[in-house]
């Protein structure tokens, strides 16, 4: 059965706004300030730059494939069969980890000490259940927490434009060239999210027009929030930002304003929230696509059908994702969904770079320039987190080297 197309181009921008927003925003300044010092926004521009090729290789690729699964049906398409599902496991496997950083982000600012596992849990639970009652619920509450969140990056903005005070600060750290670029890839964590639309092709109102304007509009928007708060963080904590793990709360205490400091507290957890909310309804989606080709268990190809989404992908997923919350810590996530993110956009690329006619819609300078671009960041990776994400790929695919010859002597999988 397929789905149903019921999301407008205003619900596409906003999925794909909460998507990005929450990802990384409330928490990733301290690290890049680190590694790109006073260069923090020269940072963002690459990650910016990637972001964007990245977004038009995926806006070329669900124009012509308006279904669900994002990347894997289209390097399945354009590529073949290997590729498209080292795309998906890619995609599947670094959201997952990006769906528990997400819940711990959410956890360490709305939980007291002790109770942030928990809490996290009962977050990703939460959220499952409203994707089980359809996508416009989905795309409505993303709405919501997305306006929550920039009412709260706003106070950020508002207070430290008006509080900054040069001789307070700590003095910004010594950078080098790679430190830029490492910034750069911690920043792009905070980018990742705009594709989120085009996995939801198949339930997008007039795709082809839709999806490559829904993520123009969510990406630029996103890159004009996030220019602006690493502006005040860089005027406002300077060096000090390297020393905090909630920044942007920093911001406003320094500014002398701590009375405003809980409703940043506050809007980063509905961010993280909106971010987990568009996570697990992406891999959903992907893990749908998957399932219907048979690279995944056929179990979960079945989609509800009274409220027309793949309930069993949806709770499939958030038992998983409690599972890497229960054994996972915050660092770890990010780091091997970094790398799962990055190779997944690889392909994309790849994927859009084959395109020939009709189907082009952008310079093929955009696709060498992403596909550049993700191999550089996901060099900057540490180490650990990189060997993790090779081995889960092979492991990958070799269970589906496996299961293809299982079926091939007509044992089901």
């Known amino acids: 059965m397929p789905l149903a197309r019921r999301l407008t181009l205003t619900d596409a921008v906003a999925i794909g706004a909460g998507s990005m927003i929450g990802?990384?925003?409330?928490?990733?300044?301290?690290?890049?300030?680190?590694?790109?010092?006073?260069?923090?926004?020269?940072?963002?521009?690459?990650?910016?730059v990637v972001a964007f090729c990245n977004a038009t290789s995926s806006a070329q690729l669900a124009a012509v494939y308006p279904v669900s699964g994002g990347t894997y049906a289209y390097a399945r398409a354009e590529i073949g069969?290997?590729?498209?599902?080292?795309?998906?496991?890619?995609?599947?496997?670094?959201?997952?980890?990006?769906?528990?950083?997400?819940?711990?982000?959410?956890?360490?600012?709305?939980?007291?000490?002790?109770?942030?596992?928990?809490?996290?849990?009962?977050?990703?639970?939460?959220?499952?259940?409203?994707?089980?009652?359809?996508v416009t619920r989905t795309a409505l509450l993303t709405r919501i927490l997305v306006v929550a969140s920039l009412i709260g990056l706003a106070v950020v903005v508002a207070t430290g434009a008006t509080g900054a005070d040069a001789a307070t600060r700590a003095p910004l750290p010594d950078v080098t060239a790679y430190g830029v670029l490492q910034a750069a890839g911690l920043l792009f964590f905070a980018f990742a999210g705009y594709a989120r639309i085009a996995t939801m092709g198949e339930e997008v109102r007039d795709p082809a027009r839709t999806i490559p304007r829904a993520i123009t509009i969510a990406l630029i928007g996103v890159v004009a929030v996030y220019a602006l708060i690493g502006v005040v963080v860089l005027l406002v904590l300077g060096g000090d930002a390297t020393g905090t793990t909630a920044p942007l709360a920093e911001v406003v205490r320094a500014a002398g304003h701590p009375?405003?400091?809980?409703?940043?507290?506050?809007?980063?957890?509905?961010a993280a929230l909106g971010a987990l909310l568009a996570l697990i309804t992406g891999i959903g989606r992907t893990s749908l696509a998957m399932a219907r080709e048979g690279d995944l268990p056929r179990f979960l190809a079945v989609v509800d059908p009274r409220r027309q989404v793949p309930r069993r992908a949806e709770i499939t997923i958030g038992v998983i994702v409690i599972a890497v919350v229960l054994v996972a810590d915050l660092r770890g996530a990010i780091g091997f969904s970094s790398f799962g993110v990055l190779l997944?956009?690889?392909?994309?690329?790849?994927?859009?770079?084959?395109?020939?006619?009709d189907a082009r819609r952008y310079p093929r300078a955009l696709q060498v320039i992403g596909a550049i671009g993700c191999v550089v960041l996901v060099s900057t990776l540490p180490p650990l987190a990189s060997l993790i994400g090779v081995g889960v790929l092979l492991v990958g695919l070799a269970g589906r080297f496996v299961a293809l010859r299982l079926r091939r002597r007509g044992i089901r999988t």
């Open 81 to 134: 069969p290997w590729a498209g599902f080292a795309a998906g496991w890619c995609f599947v496997i670094g959201k997952t980890a990006s769906c528990a950083a997400m819940a711990l982000t959410f956890a360490a600012y709305a939980a007291p000490p002790g109770w942030q596992v928990p809490v996290a849990v009962a977050a990703v639970a939460a959220l499952v259940v409203v994707n089980c009652f359809g």
């Open 259 to 270: 009375a405003l400091a809980p409703i940043v507290r506050v809007t980063a957890a509905a």
């Open 344 to 357: 997944y956009y690889l392909l994309a690329n790849g994927s859009a770079l084959r395109q020939h006619g």
């Open 23 to 48: 990802a990384g925003v409330f928490s990733v300044w301290g690290p890049a300030i680190g590694a790109a010092g006073p260069w923090l926004l020269l940072a963002l521009g690459v990650a910016a």
